[in-house]
């Protein structure tokens, strides 16, 4: 049940916070987009008062480029204060903040993100814009660009599991929950994934039309219905009691097998990530963009971040991004192997798991600093 006040109140928070930042008179669209804009979000209690548990994802659209560069220094410091001010009273999560120009935005190409914003996006202020954006049929959306969704999705997994604890046998209700909610997200969007790539006239964002109209069509890939009963399995632990290790691998072995089955489909290639160039999978922008990419991340990072690792993520982002993919891609299969049980330890697995997370971590030194994650300057 959606709780409109509560949605409000942010809202407001966050237009106020804009202005104050961006300025009113530099802003020409705010749009917000994700589960809240479908109305798919979920909300807790917590100590008798009701949150909002789901994110909040805003595209602020600005005049010109000018104005994108100058909010992209104060952009991660922008989305902690607002999400800092929010979590007093009504939000749980996070509020996630992507700015472009209006140009940029109307002239797009083809992408899940213009997808979703054209048919989910809601104008909380400003120009309706939502209208004006191209139109684009499924087959329009470049099969590189959903392999690199995908990939985003899976290393969104990984730094979860990473800082979740139960790789060293940390077992808390907030970290078990938070591994499920990452895999059940990564499913939801192999399903998104296939319905774009077989072309299916499903809306891919809202998932009760998907269960209640997926039987009006003949949907040839197999792995399609196993997702949707692997999202529908995932169950949320109330207790530590509860949290089940074991229940942890065998969520982690099947999303594997199913995150590589999809992206085979996708390819059409058995094993794509064995006999395929790397490229070819999850693209390869032009290096201007991969500029641009490394500008924004050097501009979102340069007031608390100054360093020699930022600068090694920025000439990898530039110059070689497939390998930090490929980096997370191992530790992703061999993660389900790494989970820790109280009452489990063993040389050769302690090895093991200290090997993970030294790797890990020396790939956290890059990925730290893409403080937007996937929702990155738009195509």
């Not at 005049?63 to 104060?74: E, L």
């Not at 390869?284 to 641009?292: A, N, Q, S, T, V």
């Not at 890990?360 to 994650?373: F, P």
Request: hydrophobic share 40%; net charge positive.
């Amino acid at each position: 049940m959606s709780h409109p006040e509560i949605i409000e109140n942010c809202k407001k928070i966050i237009i106020k916070y804009l202005f104050d930042v961006i300025g009113q008179e530099n802003i020409v669209s705010i749009i917000l987009y994700g589960s809240v804009a479908r109305n798919e979000e979920s909300y807790k209690y917590l100590d008798g008062k009701l949150y909002l548990e789901s994110d909040l994802d805003v595209l602020v659209v600005v005049k010109n480029r000018t104005i994108v560069i100058k909010s992209w220094i104060n952009l991660k410091r922008l989305c902690d204060t607002v999400s800092d001010e929010l979590r007093k009273n009504w939000l749980l999560s996070y509020v996630n903040i992507s700015v472009t120009t209006e140009n940029r935005l109307l002239h797009a190409g083809p992408s899940t993100f213009i997808h979703h914003l054209k048919l989910n996006g809601k104008v909380i202020f400003g120009k309706e814009l939502i209208g004006m954006m191209p139109s684009y049929e499924y087959k329009d959306i470049p099969v590189p660009i959903l392999c690199r969704m995908l990939m985003g999705y899976m290393i969104s997994l990984i730094r979860t599991i990473a800082s979740s604890g139960i790789i060293e046998g940390e077992k808390t209700i907030q970290g078990y929950n938070s591994v499920l909610k990452s895999i059940r997200k990564l499913t939801l969007f192999m399903i998104r994934a296939i319905i774009i790539k077989d072309g299916i006239p499903l809306n891919p964002w809202n998932l009760t039309e998907i269960k209640t109209k997926k039987s009006l069509y003949q949907i040839k890939n197999p792995i399609f219905e196993d997702l949707l009963k692997s999202y529908d399995d995932i169950k949320l632990s109330d207790s530590k009691e509860d949290c089940s290790m074991v229940e942890i691998k065998r969520c982690l072995v099947r999303v594997i097998n199913q995150f590589n089955s999809t992206i085979a489909i996708l390819t059409g290639v058995n094993d794509p990530l064995v006999t395929l160039p790397k490229k070819l999978i999850i693209g390869h922008y032009p290096f201007i963009r991969r500029l641009e990419h490394g500008i924004y991340i050097f501009l979102t990072n340069v007031r608390t971040r100054w360093t020699i690792g930022l600068f090694k993520f920025i000439i990898f982002i530039i110059f070689r991004p497939e390998d930090i993919t490929l980096r997370f891609y191992e530790l992703f299969v061999c993660s389900p192997k790494l989970i820790k049980s109280a009452d489990e330890e063993n040389t050769a697995v302690y090895q093991q798991r200290q090997s993970w997370l030294k790797l890990y971590n020396k790939s956290l030194q890059r990925w730290k600093y893409d403080v937007a994650g996937m929702q990155r300057p738009l195509p």
